[in-house]
Each structure stands twice: as structure tokens, then as C-alpha cells.
T-cell receptor, first 110, second 112 residues
Framework: QKEVEQNSGPLSVPEGAIASLNCTYS??????FFWYRQYSGKSPELIMS????GDKEDGRFTAQLNKASQYVSLLIRDSQPSDSATYLC??????????FGTGTRLTIIP | DAGVIQSPRHEVTEMGQEVTLRCKPI?????LFWYRQTMMRGLELLIY??????IDDSGMPEDRFSAKMPNASFSTLKIQPSEPRDSAVYFC???WGAGELFFGEGSRLTVL
């Protein structure tokens, strides 16, 4: 079964520090990877997508993909209290559907 | 665009009752997904449609669950009979192909 795994946390990071979220996936053939943010009681929203090895930066967010190690990560620089949420990693295993990890709960401590 | 619209937002029902959840995807999107989210199991894909046709229903828990998409702008997820273990938040999401997935606000179901 194709899976996406994340450390459920909780992960606590001081305000202004770098938050590092990690994810591994089981299918070496996966092509597309996504990070979604979900605030408590809300629906997931896409914050980053990454398709090729290396880093992709968007503002304070950087996604990193290593296909050889089947590993994808999300770095959040200058963490803000508004970044406190659950972060869901997702992978596309070759069709339209996304498989999600169980999420990592991140708390930014003021 | 109004985004993905789900109803009802909250549903409380008793065990054995029929539950119908509704979804209107974003206009122009050709893929529609039903997910279920619980604390224990996270976000699980139940079924998805492409161009109104069910493509993969392997995540549907059992025969008590059924889903339909009669046209491009409407889908339903039905649970009959409902059980307490069906209590969860049910999300509908839509996309264009394998593009970004847009989620509705969810339907929180409580089965007593």
C-alpha cells in the first residue's frame, strides 16, 4: 500500500526560529508532492507544491525534495504565531488522487 | 468563484439513520474527491470521480457508504445506516486533473 508518513508531533518552535517538518513516502515512482496547512476546525489549504529534486522557495517557506531518499521536507523561516497549525504532506502516486500523511501539529511559541 | 460548497456543515443523527452529505465543486474542475478526517486515521480518501465517473472507491469503508455524481456540479455521499464510528469530518475537494486540490469547509458528522 502506498503511504505517506509524518511525525505527528507536536512540534514546538520559538517565534522567529526555523520550523522543520519532515515526510517520507513509500513509492519511488511518485512525481508530485504537496504541503497543506490546516488550522484547527478549518479545511486544508495548499501552501507549497514540489515536483523535482532540490529546493523550492516561496516567501518564508522552502520545500525540499530528495527522490532517492523518498523524503520531502518543509522549512518555515522566521516562524510566526500565525504559523501554528497542522501541516499535511501529500503525494500523488500516478493519478489524480492525493495520499495524505496524518499531519504534524506545529506550535509557535511567542 | 465561491469555492467548493458543502452541506450540511454540521449533522447530528442517531445510529441507524440515513445521512446524506452534499457537495458542489468549483466550476470547471473535472475531478471530485470525498475525504474523511479523524484524529486517529487522519485524512483518508473515500472515493474520487473524474468527469463524473467514479474512478477509485477502494477507500469506501463498506457497503453502508455510497457516492454519486449525477452531473459536473453536484455530488452526494450517503451513509445508510449510520453508526457511531462514522463520526468524523467529511471533506469534499475538487481539482482540474492532478492540479491543486481545493477543499470545502467540511461536514462534521456526529452519530449518537
Amino acid at each position: 500500500q502506498k503511504e505517506v508518513e509524518q511525525n505527528s508531533g507536536p512540534l514546538s518552535v520559538p517565534e522567529g526560529a526555523i520550523a522543520s517538518l519532515n515526510c517520507t513516502y513509500s513509492d519511488r515512482g511518485s512525481q508530485s508532492f504537496f504541503w497543506y496547512r490546516q488550522y484547527s476546525g478549518k479545511s486544508p489549504e495548499l501552501i507549497m507544491s514540489i515536483y523535482s529534486n532540490g529546493d523550492k522557495e516561496d516567501g518564508r517557506f522552502t520545500a525540499q525534495l530528495n527522490k532517492a531518499s523518498q523524503y520531502v521536507s518543509l522549512l518555515i523561516r522566521d516562524s510566526q504565531p500565525s504559523d501554528s497549525a497542522t501541516y499535511l504532506c501529500a503525494a500523488n502516486f500516478g493519478n489524480e488522487k492525493l495520499t495524505f500523511g496524518t499531519g504534524t501539529r506545529l506550535t509557535i511559541i511567542p | 468563484d465561491a469555492g467548493v460548497i458543502q452541506s450540511p456543515r454540521h449533522e447530528v443523527t442517531e445510529m441507524g439513520q440515513e445521512v446524506t452529505l452534499r457537495c458542489k465543486p468549483i466550476s470547471g474542475h473535472n475531478s471530485l474527491f470525498w475525504y474523511r478526517q479523524t484524529m486517529m486515521r487522519g485524512l483518508e480518501l473515500l472515493i474520487y470521480f473524474n468527469n463524473n465517473v467514479p474512478i477509485d472507491d477502494s477507500g469506501m469503508p463498506e457497503d453502508r457508504f455510497s457516492a454519486k455524481m449525477p452531473n459536473a456540479s453536484f455530488s452526494t455521499l450517503k451513509i445508510q445506516p449510520s453508526e457511531p464510528r462514522d463520526s468524523a469530518v467529511y471533506f469534499c475537494a475538487s481539482s482540474w486533473g492532478a492540479g491543486e486540490l481545493f477543499f470545502g469547509e467540511g461536514s462534521r458528522l456526529t452519530v449518537l
